[in-house]
């Protein structure tokens, strides 16, 4: 993959921006609030 002519508005590149901030937001969350942040993202990701 060339770099130069890469482009970071691609859809693969914001999947992985996406995906990259909400598993961030997920381990943040579990810091945070523990348990009850456990059984939120459980839901979500049930859901999904």
Do not use: P
């Given at each position: 993959?060339?770099?130069d ?34 059984l ?9």
């Amino acid at each position: 993959m060339d770099s130069d002519d890469h482009d970071l508005t691609s859809t693969e590149d914001l999947d992985f921006i996406v995906s990259a901030a909400l598993l961030w937001a997920g381990v943040l969350l579990l810091a945070l609030y523990g348990d009850r942040a456990a059984l939120f993202l459980n839901s979500l990701f049930l859901n999904l």
